[in-house]
Nanobody, 122 residues
C-alpha cells in the first residue's frame, strides 16, 4: 500500500504560481512512477504530468507544457508540480497518483491522493 497526501493548492490570480506537493508513505516510493491529474467540475479526470521512478523521464500534457514542471525527490518521498503562468482554465482539483509504469491513463495508476483544490481567478 502507498498513501499519498497532496498539499499546496489554493486561490491564485491568473499569471501567478503555485507548487503542489505529494508526500508518499508506505511501500517504497522510489519504485513507482508518479503522475499528476486534474478534474474540473463536470469534466473527466485528465492527465497533467508524469515522471518515471528515476526522475530521468517525464511527460506533460500539451495544455500545460512550458508552464508546469513535475519533479520528484525520492529521498523525501515527495513529488512536486510547479505551476507557473496559471490560467483560469487550470482551475480543478489536482490529484497525485502512483503506478507501476509511466502512463497518461488514470486507470494505470494504483494509488491516489485525496486531491487539492486549485482555483485561478481572472
Amino acid at each position: 500500500q502507498v498513501q499519498l497526501v497532496e498539499s499546496g493548492g489554493g486561490l491564485v490570480q491568473a499569471g501567478g504560481s503555485l507548487r503542489l506537493s505529494c508526500a508518499a508513505s508506505g511501500r517504497t516510493f522510489s519504485l513507482y512512477a508518479m503522475g499528476w491529474f486534474r478534474q474540473a467540475p463536470g469534466k473527466e479526470r485528465e492527465f497533467v504530468a508524469a515522471i518515471r521512478w528515476s526522475g530521468a523521464t517525464s511527460y506533460s500534457a500539451d495544455a500545460v507544457k512550458g508552464r508546469f514542471t513535475i519533479s520528484r525527490d525520492n529521498a523525501k518521498n515527495t513529488v512536486y508540480l510547479q505551476m507557473n503562468s496559471l490560467k483560469p482554465e487550470d482551475t480543478a482539483v489536482y490529484y497525485c497518483a502512483a503506478g507501476g509504469s509511466l502512463s497518461y491513463t488514470p486507470s494505470r495508476y494504483d494509488y491516489w491522493g485525496q486531491g487539492t483544490q486549485v482555483t485561478v481567478s481572472s
